[in-house]
């Protein structure tokens, strides 16, 4: 990123997929995000010894969204479709927090 811009756009995904690749894909961006939280939760209770409550509710979102992908692959195939998916992951710059 250039130091005078803010904003940075970058392209994640794009394109049309069959259902299970369309599994696949989606299946392995949000597991690797699950897995993240996961280790933040882990981390806080072994330092603190508590729970990471904003893991535990990113974590709670994440599962239900392996299911709603589950349900859209399934829809697709039963109907014979492809799914296009267009993701960007847009960064921004903010102030730290103190």
Not at 71 to 83: C, D, G, L
Request: net charge positive; glycine share 2%; hydrophobic share 35%.
């Amino acid at each position: 990123m250039e130091k005078n811009q803010q904003i940075q756009t970058l392209k994640l995904i794009e394109g049309t997929f069959s259902p299970k690749e369309t599994q696949e894909i989606l299946m392995s961006i949000f597991s690797s995000k699950l897995k993240f939280h996961q280790m933040k939760n882990f981390s806080s209770q072994e330092q603190f010894g508590i729970n990471d409550k904003n893991a535990e509710e990113r974590m709670k979102q994440l599962k239900k969204s392996f299911e709603s992908i589950l349900k859209i692959s399934k829809t697709a195939e039963m109907n014979n479709k492809k799914i296009n998916i267009q993701s960007d992951v847009i960064l921004r710059f903010i102030e730290k927090e103190e």
